[in-house]
């Protein structure tokens, strides 16, 4: 139990178009979903919490309108990255909260922007 | 001083050997604590989780928490090469509303 996905597992986009990542909570509902980004060989870094049927909670230093989040169901939460640059391209993964503190997360979207 | 502090490794030791991994923290209010594995470009995979002080077993894992010492561990036992990967602490309060806060990482390497 406890499955997490992401779509697609790797993109990659032109310079100023936007991309959609989504990530889906397959055998449970989860009211709170994170979405990280990771670079290479680094801790994983927080950009938002994302929580069913309202806005979400972003990070310091994160730029909303940059990084829209939706989560309208209680098992998907979706991260677009509007115009894209070279400098978004990363590691970004999503995680589920099941219950009040285990977090599982998704397998990860390779974003590649060109 | 960091929330979280884990030593980012690498850390190379040989098939068979007893591992250690571990993290020190400073916010006394932690009473949630979880050990994750990543495997190169996947997500992380949780792999224990604890509730307050004492130690819990899974198979060849065992995670211990010190709250007096604010010191958390996790054990490998007989350590085999398909244990490599990075492995990160995380804590949280026990208010549910609170973020869980994750250590750096230590990358681990089995030698065979």
């Known amino acids: ?114 | 001083q960091k929330e979280v502090e884990q030593d980012p490794g690498p850390l190379s030791v040989p098939e068979g050997a007893i591992v250690s991994l571990n993290c020190t923290y400073s916010n006394s209010a932690f009473q949630y604590f979880m050990w994750y594995r990543q495997y190169s470009r996947k997500g992380p995979e949780l792999l224990m989780y604890t509730y307050s002080s004492g130690n819990k077993e899974d198979g060849r894992f065992t995670a211990q928490v010190d709250k007096s010492s604010k010191y958390i561990s996790l054990f490998i036992r007989d350590s085999q090469p398909s244990d490599s990967a990075t492995y990160l602490c995380a804590m949280s309060p026990m208010n549910r509303d609170d973020k869980i806060i994750f250590g750096k990482g230590t990358r681990l390497h089995i030698l065979p």
Not at chain 1, 53 to 70: C, M, P, R, W
């Open chain 1, 1 to 114: 139990g406890a499955v997490v996905s992401q779509h697609p597992s790797r993109v990659i986009c032109k310079s100023g178009t936007s991309v959609k990542i989504e990530c889906r909570s397959l055998d449970f509902q989860a009211t709170t979903m994170f979405w990280y980004r990771q670079f290479p060989k680094k801790s994983l870094m927080l950009m938002a919490t994302s929580n069913e049927g309202s806005k979400a909670t972003y990070e310091q230093g994160v730029e909303k309108d940059k990084f829209l989040i939706n989560h309208a169901s209680l098992t998907l939460s979706t991260l677009t990255v509007t115009s894209a640059h070279p400098e978004d391209s990363s590691f970004y993964i999503c995680s589920a909260k099941l219950g009040d503190y285990e977090q599982y997360f998704g397998p990860g979207t390779r974003l590649t922007v060109t």
